[in-house]
């Protein structure tokens, strides 16, 4: 699949294209649809499709203090594009000059003239532009000047509300990787690099792999069943999570550390991606490293019941 720079020109093959428009982070039900009408769209039309994302998130060029909320990395975007069936996917790189890029511009400049963009697909409610100057309605006008076709979809409804990134946040920090799951179609996963840690899990019998958060979103605290894929290999795995500060040690850390059943091999240095099932309870502080222990095998025993069902 390629990946393209909206700052870069477009390969000759790709122009043409439709184009499906927004954030995307996530990829959640509401996103799929919007991709879903891109794709068909230039299927039917014999044309490539192309997802297009922001990187970084607009919030965080204009609210860079903002904690951390992201639900997928570039990379993790590119692997959901490509599944859906997507041709490319092109990463908007949101800086000053973008943020002041007027409406006008990057329909004219940007869609039409740099992508040469046959069609543009959106959610009803995108907003684009300096100042959020642009909307639908002025997407489609803009459109009809740059012989672009635009085409705007409706939210998908759940409860009798859109799913949307921000429900899903709200299940992760609630504890709820089902609910979050159900609305994403797969559980939410961190993915990262394993670290050298302070290699306590090791002394009592529960080596895990340490993983930083980094700007991912941070689910509620506490114990989750996993499961884990060594990317290298494609490798799966189930284990036990601990995803916090690690209360039992000092200094406060904080960290995603699974540890995998029935696995012995070397994960340092590797990439992986650990997949969250179930939560089953918040961090605690135990009086004794006993104490914990023991309830560290409770858990895994849960963990293991509760990924067999």
Known sequence: MRFLDHRE?????????????????????????????????????????IIATFDPHPVRHFRPDAEPFRLTTLEQRQELYLSAGATAM?????????????????????????LGAAGVVTGEDFTFGKGRGGNREVLE???????????????????????????VRDALRSGDPQEAARLLTRPFAIRGVVEHGDKRGRTIGYPTANLALESYLRPKYGIYAVTGRILATGEELQGAANIGVRPQFEPPKELLEPYFFDFSG???????????????????????????????ERDCAEARRMLAA
Request: glycine fraction near 12%; avoid cysteine; proline fraction near 6%.
């Open 9 to 49: 020109p477009l390969p000759e093959p790709l122009r043409g294209a439709i184009v499906a428009l927004g954030n995307f982070d996530g990829f959640h039900l509401g996103h799929q649809a919007v991709a879903r009408e891109a794709i068909d769209w230039a299927h039917a039309e014999g044309r490539p499709s």
């Open 90 to 114: 092109l990463v908007f790189h949101f800086d000053g000059d973008l943020a002041n890029t007027t409406a006008e511009s990057f329909v004219g400049d940007l869609l039409g003239e740099r």
């Open 141 to 167: 006008m803009l459109g009809r000047t740059a012989g672009i076709e635009t085409r705007a979809v409706p939210p998908v409804m759940d409860g009798g509300e859109p799913v949307s990134s921000s429900r």
């Open 266 to 296: 070397d994960l340092y240095g590797q990439e992986i991606e650990v997949a969250f099932h179930h939560f089953l309870r918040g961090e605690a502080k135990f009086d004794s490293l006993d104490a914990l222990t023991d309830q560290m």
